[in-house]
């Protein structure tokens, strides 16, 4: 089992300043490593606080010369907003100054907000992600390669900067969609899902629906498919610091549903109003859901959400809203020193078991 940690660079309010978000996402980055985590996963988003982090190729790049061990993974790069030339050009150089450490995380996005700002149909997105994916392992393994799509071209053209991964980095594919996800299983390529901030109920039916796209396509999804799963957890007997955490995860989906869904509203064009909605849960109920609380209770949990799921790989989301940056960092240490290594200990006692019962 792996486990990463997702890095979203949230901005809630202006009491926060843009580099005092980045800085603390390069912070998080090497307490990470520090801490023995495999991943650090940066997400990319545009023109509002959601997320600061506009390119998450060039923050790879950035924590490739501050870190050694850890790999580093988008998560995602929205495709349809990238021109695929220099795309395959980035990924090449950003492998390589690396040293073969880029997970590249793809997507086709879903907020129109951005799309609209680039240029790009927000109802074109699936067929222009679809034609990036034919053009990837072209453009990545080949020598020479062209391609020619409804929406994108390429002439006879050659990467310069090879990557150092053969054939090529391993990639993730993020989506809602069950075709999508298919696609991505049929090529090979891992699968990132969620649950969002929902509980048990709801990874037994994100594990049957991937069990499902897995089937279709021909595959087991224990035996042929790694996909790694974004979860929120905090381990704390203070209850007011686990509640704070909680009172960020639920601003993170206010706004993200808020721009999804179109009602996004804004004073300045800028900093989206947190606005609650008939949906949101309450601070109880994500204490329900999700694994908080003590060191104890939250190994518990993840156990027990690991043996319904069965993931290969858990990225637990750190930055989020205005959380204390100095507590988040001791967060990241403890479960460095204490919860993975108890998680993985657990696993590892439990594993002739199922291999036997795969048998």
């Not at 923050?59 to 050694?68: D, G, I, K, L, S």
Request: hydrophobic content about 40%; aromatic content about 8%.
């Amino acid at each position: 089992m792996e486990f990463g940690v997702f890095i979203l660079a949230q901005q809630r309010g202006y009491h926060q300043t843009s580099q005092q978000v980045i800085n603390n996402s390069i912070q998080q980055t090497v307490a990470a490593e520090q801490a023995g985590f495999h991943n650090a996963w940066y997400a990319e988003h545009h023109f509002n606080n959601y997320s600061l982090s506009p390119s998450p190729l060039m923050m790879v790049a950035h924590m490739a010369a501050r870190t050694q061990r850890i790999r580093l993974g988008t998560a995602v790069c929205i495709l349809p907003l990238y021109q695929p030339a220099r795309f395959l050009a980035e990924v090449g150089f950003v492998d390589t100054v690396s040293n073969g450490r880029l997970d590249l995380g793809v997507g086709s996005g879903y907020q129109e907000f951005e799309f609209e700002r680039f240029g790009v149909k927000i109802a074109n997105s699936g067929a222009i992600y679809n034609e990036f994916l034919d053009i990837l392992p072209k453009g990545l393994t080949q020598k020479i390669f062209e391609y020619e799509g409804q929406f994108l071209k390429m002439p006879p053209s050659s990467i310069a900067v090879r990557c150092v991964q053969s054939p090529m980095p391993p990639v993730w594919i993020t989506s809602g969609n069950p075709v999508t996800l298919g696609r991505g299983v049929r090529e090979n390529y891992n699968l990132f899902v969620t649950a969002l901030l929902n509980g048990r109920e709801a990874i037994q039916g994100l594990r049957e629906r991937l069990v499902k796209v897995a089937s279709d396509n021909g595959k087991d999804l224990d035996r042929d498919v790694k996909f790694g799963f974004l979860r929120c957890a905090y381990a704390s007997d203070n209850n007011a610091e686990i509640d704070a955490y909680l009172d960020c995860a639920r601003f993170q989906r206010r706004i993200s549903e808020s721009l999804k869904f179109r009602r996004s509203q804004s004073d300045d064009g800028y900093m989206i109003k947190e606005v609650p909605s008939e949906t949101d849960p309450t601070i109880e109920q994500l204490r329900k859901n999700l694994p908080v609380g003590s060191v104890n209770e939250v190994i518990d949990k993840m156990l027990e959400e690991i043996s319904i799921l069965r993931p290969k790989h858990i990225a637990l989301q750190t930055q989020l809203g205005d959380f204390d940056q100095k507590t988040m960092l001791r967060q990241i240490e403890l479960w460095g020193e204490r919860i993975i290594p108890a998680i993985q200990k657990e696993l590892g006692r439990n594993q002739p078991m199922a291999h036997a019962l795969a048998a």
